[in-house]
């Protein structure tokens, strides 16, 4: 069953919005374009979705022991994972990473948490890279309210009006 779009689209050129279109074996007859929605955000929508996305990111050394965060997965091989965080920060025999000239060796900034089941999941990062994180739900509708306002200010091709940025300036 194809999911309601939050942010403004329009149906998807592709497919049409049936959500079908060729034959794939590994993914049958889904719309590679809509994702099997039958629909795709436009301009407006789009710079909307990645306002409220980022909004649901925090950095990754401003995570703390007990927030939950996603463990991103890999599409087609391994799923996202809800982890609680029980671990933040570096190990003294962590992993290393060495850059590109051959000569820093920087250690990898880690977070590790248990899943629902019990099981352990863990990433290895920088502490400047970005961590999507898991909202209370009373947040995660106040942040779609905003974004659906951010939406409202926005043009047809996704940027901010100067108008309504002058308006509320002056209220």
């Known amino acids: 069953m194809p999911r309601k779009l939050l942010f403004e689209n329009r149906t ?4 049409g919005g049936s959500g079908e279109f060729s034959y794939c074996s590994m993914y049958g007859r889904v719309c590679f374009k809509c ?3 039958g629909a795709v955000l436009t301009a407006r929508g789009r710079a909307a979705n990645n306002w409220l996305s980022a909004k649901k990111r925090k950095l990754a050394g401003e995570i703390k022991v007990g927030d939950k965060i996603v463990i991103e ?6 799923k996202s994972e809800i982890v609680t965080v029980d671990f933040v920060g570096y190990r003294e025999n962590g992993h290393k990473h060495y850059a590109k000239d051959g000569v820093t ?4 900034f880690e977070i590790d948490g248990v899943n ?3 099981e352990r999941h863990g990433i290895a990062t ?5 961590v999507r994180i898991v909202l209370p739900k009373e947040r995660l509708v106040e942040l779609r309210a905003e974004a659906l306002a951010y939406e409202a200010t926005l043009t047809k091709t996704g940027s901010v009006r100067k108008r309504a940025v002058k308006l509320k300036e002056a209220a």
């Open 105 to 108: 060796l920087l250690p990898y």
């Open 12 to 15: 998807c050129p592709r497919c």
């Open 35 to 37: 994702h099997g929605d």
């Open 73 to 78: 997965g890999c599409p087609g091989f391994s």
């Open 116 to 118: 629902a089941k019990g």
């Open 126 to 130: 920088f502490e400047h890279h970005d």
